[in-house]
């Protein structure tokens, strides 16, 4: 399984979120934060690519979709009202998921997930048969900064949107990176992290070997 692109996207936010949607080159109504830092970093991934219909989304995120979930709750708890229609819908996983494929022309199956770990076996298998895989890893901060801190217990607050284009072969593009060695494995601690990787594939050459609580692989450039 080869590595066709990446993009690294990660910001540190200091006094507010930053403003994701005027970085879009494609705009849609009704989008929120983490649907814009999601379809960011595909669009960075993808580079004015095309890839096949019928490839796979893979979609990564501990949280979700923080802070309309919040204003869904506040609406109905707080306020003691219907939330907005379209928060409500965007509170819903599959929706992003929704925005990536009517944005970026793809069919295939999507998939929104918990762990990068729990998605990369189920990409294999995707282009073991032959697909395409866009597999990313989205990470929101909650727009009250002090909230978040206090929720996560983290002085560093930081927004997130990594992304792998995957496959085993696209015409006319050389591969950047190789991904091998591929186990499953559980252990009480993991070694390596998301963002390890990442680093690895912006600055660095030879082979990577990444280690968490239930996944091991490589990665050869």
Partial sequence: MYIYSFFNYIDVVEDRLSDKKSQLKKRFNRTDNFINLTLLGVQECMENMEIEKNSSIYLASRNGNMN???????????QN???MPFNFLNTVNASTLFFIARNFNIEGKTLFVDRFETALPQAFVDVKNGKTVLLGVVEEAIEDLTLHKKRFKSKNIKEKSQWLLLSSKIEDKEPIAKIHDIKLNFKKEEINNIDELFSFLDSSRGVFSFKGRNLSFKVKI
């Avoid at 309309?68 to 707080?78: E, G, N, Q, R």
């Fill in 68 to 78: 309309t979930t919040i204003k869904v709750l506040d609406a109905i708890f707080l």
């Fill in 81 to 83: 009202r219907l939330p």
